[in-house]
């Protein structure tokens, strides 16, 4: 059973359109994260929550907002797409822990986002 | 320069044959995951490292904070160990990793 779910895998928008990336997470952890790879740029971290809150907020634009609805999911809301938007959106989960330093991530299969 | 530097950037390896990869950071990192990206864009991981070295299989990887790098080995190079290749550390500041560009792994017969 996939631990790390995303929906869609495949997703085809339009530019200037809205779209939502779903993530959740059934390891029971309190941090989830969103990543972004594309090709012209390495694998690169964007957001970081950790009990439903923002932690770190690596991404210069505020048209993508992650959403937070449960512990276990969080989505990523982009808006106003442009093609330079085109990627794979990844999420991934930890468990993190006061005092604990070091918390492996594990990643989702990753949404594909196509903008024409 | 990069946070986080992978080296080389492809490799070519007949099956059967050892090769490592390596990667330098800029700063002192307190933790490192390699990672295998198929041919299906999925990331697997293959090490979580805090310290020190880990084994698994064909596979070895060592971290050494002080010193600020890491290395991933391959042992008996097999076809399904064609990919790339990618490293991502944690500093002490942020929680989101960051990645090397990656190594492009192809394994020939």
């Known amino acids: 059973d996939p631990k790390i779910i995303q929906k869609p895998k495949y997703l085809v928008a339009v530019t200037g359109s809205e779209k939502i990336l779903i993530c959740e997470q059934y390891l029971g952890h309190n941090a989830m994260y969103w990543y972004r790879q594309s090709a012209k740029k390495p694998l690169e971290f964007m957001f970081s929550y950790s009990y439903q809150k923002l932690m770190d907020n690596q991404t210069a634009s505020s048209r993508f907002q992650p959403q937070s609805s449960k512990k276990n999911h969080l989505d990523l809301q982009i808006t106003a797409l442009k093609p330079d938007d085109s990627a794979t959106y990844f999420c991934?989960?930890?468990?993190?822990?006061?005092?604990?330093?070091?918390?492996?991530?594990?990643f989702g299969p990753g949404t594909r986002l196509t903008v024409l | 320069g990069m946070p986080v530097e992978q080296n080389p950037p492809a490799l070519s390896l007949y099956e059967g044959a050892d090769s490592g990869l390596r990667c330098n950071f800029s700063t002192t990192m307190k933790s490192v995951q390699w990672f295998q990206q198929n041919h299906r864009g999925r990331l697997i991981t293959l090490f979580y490292?805090?310290?020190g070295t880990k084994e698994n299989g064909r596979l070895k990887s060592t971290f050494n904070s002080k010193e600020r790098y890491s290395t991933l080995h391959i042992k008996d190079a097999q076809l399904e160990d064609s990919g790339t290749y990618f490293c991502a550390a944690e500093d002490n500041y942020a929680q989101g990793l960051t990645f090397g560009l990656g190594t492009r792994v192809s394994v020939f017969p």
């Open positions: 490292l805090a310290q």
């Open positions: 991934a989960s930890s468990q993190e822990s006061w005092g604990a330093v070091y918390a492996e991530q594990f």
